[in-house]
């Protein structure tokens, strides 16, 4: 079997098993680079050595982070392969990934926060930027929620996760008030809970993007912001408000409790910030 044969029948499966589309979408690019680089040979003969002259080759530009990704890919598609009898011995069954230090979070301060919320203008952009930073929603979660996920009464919604795993998030009342009056103020039938200002359809996750940069702009903050340190923020405001980091994990969607525990480091880094910000 060819290496582009393996990869259509592993993308098929992967889909079936719940692989997000984002997921596929990157490992779709990983097969074809791997396939570049050691062209479409039968999958039976390509060897270890190969694959690491391949992560060798790719450790010179990549950071670890990137070239972690890039193991994860090859040792998931062999394993897959293996598993399903298409070649007899896994070849990268004893691939390492590098190790990488931990990194604190970027998150933002609380006065961060409130430059970035005046910087809202439109009834769209602070129900974004409040939705956002209420929920600690990943931006692809945003993107795919429809009107009907929102349950009012309790303020909440059901998000779509990783894996298609469905999990029930909360807003506050701030949220809730200017959600309700972009809802109002739209005058589309889309079932998106954001569409675009021209010609309203569901928002992409460049898009959204877009508008939180635009936001930050607005805002004369002296540093990057992307969507995701909102959802960094949510967890080091519950963390400094003393919620356990089980309820954390719960609220975040977090898998595993390690990608959760990254944020107890925050706590005395936090206070350090604070206080020399503002003694």
Same mark, same amino acid.
């Given at each position: 079997?060819?290496?582009?044969?393996?990869?259509?029948?592993?993308?098929?499966?992967?889909?079936?098993?719940?692989? *997000?589309?984002?997921?596929?979408?990157?490992?779709?690019?990983?097969?074809?680079?791997?396939?570049?680089?050691?062209?479409?040979?039968?999958?039976? *003969?390509?060897?270890?050595?190969?694959?690491?002259?391949?992560?060798?080759?790719? *450790?010179?530009?990549?950071?670890?982070?990137?070239?972690?990704?890039?193991?994860?890919?090859?040792?998931?598609?062999?394993?897959?392969?293996?598993?399903?009898?298409?070649?007899?011995?896994?070849?990268?069954?004893?691939?390492?990934?590098?190790?990488? !230090?931990?990194?604190?979070?970027?998150?933002?301060?609380?006065?961060?926060?409130?430059?970035?919320?005046?910087?809202?203008?439109?009834?769209?952009?602070?129900?974004?930027?409040?939705?956002?930073?209420?929920?600690?929603?990943?931006?692809?979660?945003?993107?795919?929620?429809?009107?009907?996920?929102?349950?009012?009464?309790?303020?909440?919604?059901?998000?779509?996760?990783? !894996?298609?795993?469905?999990?029930?998030?909360?807003?506050?009342?701030?949220?809730?008030?200017?959600?309700?009056?972009?809802?109002?103020?739209?005058?589309?039938?889309?079932?998106?809970?954001?569409?675009?200002?021209?010609?309203?359809?569901?928002?992409?996750?460049?898009?959204?993007?877009?508008?939180?940069?635009?936001?930050?702009?607005?805002?004369?903050?002296?540093?990057?912001?992307?969507?995701?340190?909102?959802?960094?923020?949510?967890?080091?405001?519950?963390?400094?408000? !003393?919620?356990?980091?089980?309820?954390?994990?719960?609220?975040?969607?977090?898998?595993?409790?390690?990608?959760?525990?990254?944020?107890?480091?925050?706590? !005395? *880094?936090?206070?350090?910030?604070?206080?020399?910000?503002?003694?």
């Amino acid at each position: 079997m060819q290496l582009t044969k393996a990869w259509e029948l592993y993308e098929s499966d992967k889909r079936i098993e719940g692989f *997000s589309s984002q997921t596929l979408k990157a490992y779709r690019l990983q097969s074809k680079l791997l396939v570049q680089h050691i062209n479409d040979v039968s999958i039976e *003969s390509i060897t270890t050595d190969q694959l690491k002259g391949y992560l060798a080759k790719s *450790s010179e530009h990549l950071k670890p982070s990137s070239l972690a990704h890039r193991i994860r890919f090859i040792k998931s598609i062999f394993r897959w392969s293996h598993e399903e009898g298409h070649i007899t011995k896994n070849p990268a069954a004893k691939i390492k990934e590098p190790k990488q !230090g931990k990194r604190i979070p970027k998150f933002l301060t609380e006065r961060e926060i409130e430059h970035l919320r005046e910087a809202c203008l439109t009834p769209m952009e602070k129900a974004l930027f409040e939705f956002m930073f209420s929920t600690g929603c990943r931006i692809g979660e945003i993107v795919s929620l429809e009107k009907n996920c929102i349950n009012w009464s309790n303020r909440s919604a059901i998000v779509q996760g990783k !894996g298609d795993k469905e999990r029930e998030v909360y807003f506050n009342i701030r949220c809730e008030i200017w959600l309700k009056r972009y809802l109002d103020f739209r005058q589309d039938k889309d079932p998106a809970i954001f569409v675009t200002e021209r010609h309203p359809h569901k928002m992409s996750i460049g898009q959204m993007r877009y508008i939180i940069k635009r936001i930050s702009s607005r805002a004369g903050i002296n540093k990057e912001i992307h969507p995701h340190q909102l959802r960094h923020s949510y967890a080091t405001h519950l963390l400094n408000n !003393g919620a356990p980091l089980d309820v954390i994990q719960s609220l975040l969607g977090h898998e595993k409790s390690e990608t959760t525990r990254i944020y107890a480091q925050l706590s !005395g *880094s936090i206070r350090r910030e604070f206080y020399r910000k503002y003694f």
